[in-house]
């Protein structure tokens, strides 16, 4: 296992195209994250799941991003329409079990022109 | 929103020397996390303390929280060129939902 793998890791699209980024958490964690983070900010909360089920979605987040877990493995975060603002690094990271340290994917960065 | 607020923002030192990183927080927290982010790259753990622990050790750091400042602090003594880094502090919230809310970082540079 070579830890959190996040594909692309590099995406740029015209707005108001639609994109989808896959997460590949390690096996045995069930719990798996999205965050966003720009320039100088520190990561922000998007949404996570455990298992397949999504327990929560951050306020932030609209209705044009979408997150899956099929079957509990991989995860996929799809914008639609996208726009110039969601220009960011997307992260998605695992944890083991709650109240554990998270390990973190290289990210994929998306550039909305 | 961000939970966490470090200070400083941003902090140069010399190889060799020590270096401070400070984080408060606003709510009840389950337990206090750091992590590491090289430039452009994802998050590295580092260490993980618990709302009942005061000090924690991790070979070069050492980690304190003070749940009545709602404040911790990360030490890294004998810094490396190679510790130069963003570090992170992020907070799992009491009734939180599990998830850690990151702070705004501090930049360390450590020069030669």
């Known amino acids: 296992d070579t830890g959190v793998s996040q594909n692309p890791r590099h995406k740029i699209t015209k707005r108001g195209q639609n994109v989808t980024f896959r997460c590949d958490p390690i096996s045995e964690h069930n719990r798996l994250y999205w965050y966003r983070q720009t320039l100088g900010q520190g990561p922000e909360f998007l949404t996570y799941?455990?298992?397949?089920?999504?327990?929560?979605k951050s306020r932030l987040l609209s209705d044009r991003f979408s997150a899956e877990r099929p079957k509990g493995s991989f995860s996929t975060l799809e914008i639609q329409r996208t726009e110039q603002g969601d220009s960011a690094m997307y992260l998605c990271?695992?944890?083991?079990?709650?109240?554990?340290?998270?390990?973190f994917g290289s990210g994929t960065r998306l550039t909305v022109v | 929103s961000q939970q966490g607020e470090e200070d400083p923002q941003a902090l140069s030192i010399q190889e060799g020397e020590n270096a401070t990183m400070n984080c408060s927080y606003k709510?009840?927290?389950?337990?206090l996390q750091w992590y590491r982010q090289n430039s452009g790259r994802g998050l590295v753990h580092l260490i993980l303390?618990?709302?009942?622990?005061r000090e924690k050790h991790s070979g070069r750091l050492r980690v304190t929280l003070d749940t009545s400042k709602k404040s911790s602090s990360l030490l890294i003594t004998a810094s490396r060129a190679a510790d130069t880094a963003s570090y992170f502090c992020a907070t799992e919230l009491t009734g939180g939902g599990n998830k850690l809310t990151f702070g705004t970082g501090t930049q360390l540079k450590v020069e030669l």
């Open positions: 990271a695992s944890s083991l079990e709650q109240s554990y340290g998270y390990t």
């Open positions: 303390i618990r709302s009942n622990e």
């Open positions: 709510t009840s927290i389950n337990n």
């Open positions: 799941f455990q298992n397949e089920a999504q327990l929560e």
